[in-house]
Structure formats: C-alpha cells, structure tokens
C-alpha cells in the first residue's frame, strides 16, 4: 500500500523559506506513470494546487506561485520537496503531497501538515 | 482564483439524492476528478475520469459530464455522506486546478 507522509517545520517566520519534504513509502517515485504533487488549503478554505512535478525532474506551477515556488525530487530517497520563498500569513495553511496518475487524477494523499507563519 | 466553479452548499434528505456540479470550459476538453473531504482529513477520491469509481468507494457515487459542467451524483445519500466535495481538472493553460467546493449536508 502507497503511503505518503509530509514532513518539515510548523511554524515558519513571515520572509522566510518555507521547506517540506514528502517521503513516499510502499511504491517507486520513479514511475513513468504518475506525478506527484503539492497542494495546500488555508484554513476554513478551499484547496489550491501548488505544483507537481515528474520523477524526471519536469516541473509544472500554478502560475500565481510560480515565482517563490520550487518542486524538486530526491530519487535515491524516494522523496520530493516544497521550497516556498518570502511567506506571509497567507501561506498558512495544510500543506499536502500526494500521487496523481497520469494526467488524470489524484489517488494517493499524504495526511497533510499544518504550516502556520507567523513572527 | 478558480477555474471551476462549485456551488457553495447543497442539502439532501437522508436516503435521497444529491447532485453536485463543477462548471469551466476547460471541462469540454477535460475530464474531472472528485474528492470527498471530512472534517481534519485528507481529500479521498471518489470518481474520475469518464466512468471510474476507486476501489473501495460504494457505487452509489457516479459521475457525469456534459459541455462546461461536470456533475457528481450521490444516489441514496447516507450520513456519512455529509462531507465537502472538491472537482480538479485543467485550467486554460493545461495546469491542475481545483474547483470552489461543495459542502453536502445530509438532513
């Protein structure tokens, strides 16, 4: 069974660079067949996706982040990680990672961790 | 902000049934993909693509598409039902987007 799980630090300062990293575990995040990929949802919210990316190292943002946001992949680890730069309190929110297949849908989620900025 | 519009909320009588749409034009081109959300937990997905419904997930979710819209139907809405409901797709420039998202409250 696929698990994803999302790790990194809770609290990030306002201009800082906000880091996470999702393991994959029970599954290769070197497959042809799917991407992975980063979405949050401030709270009380909507979800928003952040970006993907292809183990290869391709990269897609949305294009409202594309500017502070860098997806990238460690396949020797089976992990990929999120660098968002210069946050403010509007980047606090449930960070998630998960899997999507193809282009088509997304199967596998992490739990989700909560990233609060603030001083 | 989003591309695919969801209404707000929608109410169901326990054992009726429910429909939720997501419209944008990218869903002329598009399938979408749905997923349920409860309360503390992540997003499950309930329906995809043409006619797909994960394992696991009761048949009475299915999905439909027609035009702009794509639509959700919960045939014989349970409590456990109740939940909010997410459609994702493609935006106009071939990217992941989300819709607004549903709240379904079953009464």
């Known amino acids: 069974q696929l698990q994803l799980q999302e790790s990194g630090p809770g609290l990030v300062k306002p201009s800082e660079t906000l880091s996470l990293t999702c393991t994959v575990s029970?599954?290769?995040?070197?497959?042809?067949?799917?991407?992975w990929g980063w979405i949050r949802q401030p709270p009380g919210k909507g979800l928003e996706w952040i970006g993907s990316?292809?183990?290869?190292?391709?990269?897609y943002y949305n294009s409202s982040l594309k500017s502070r946001v860098t997806i990238s992949v460690d396949t020797s680890k089976n992990q990929f990680s999120l660098k968002l730069t210069s946050v403010t309190a509007a980047d606090t929110a449930v960070y998630y990672c998960?899997?999507?297949?193809?282009?088509?849908?997304?199967?596998?989620w992490g739990q989700g961790t909560l990233v609060t900025v603030s001083p | 902000s989003s591309e695919l519009t969801q209404d707000p909320a929608v109410s169901v009588a326990l054992g009726q049934t429910v429909r939720t749409t997501c419209q944008g034009d990218?869903?002329?081109?598009?399938?979408a993909s749905w997923y349920q959300q409860k309360p503390g937990q992540a997003p499950v997905l309930v329906f995809y693509?043409?006619?797909n419904r994960p394992s696991g997930i009761p048949d009475r979710f299915s999905g439909s598409s027609s035009g702009n819209t794509a639509s959700l139907t919960v045939t014989g809405a349970q409590a456990e039902d109740e939940a909010d409901y997410y459609c994702?797709?493609?935006?106009?420039?071939?990217?992941?987007?989300f819709g607004t998202g549903t709240k379904v409250t079953v009464l």
């Open positions: 693509g043409k006619n």
């Open positions: 990218s869903l002329r081109n598009y399938y």
């Open positions: 029970g599954g290769s995040i070197s497959s042809s067949s799917h991407f």
């Open positions: 998960a899997r999507r297949y193809a282009s088509s849908h997304y199967d596998y």
């Open positions: 994702n797709s493609r935006d106009s420039s071939g990217n992941d987007v």
């Open positions: 990316l292809f183990y290869s190292g391709s990269t």
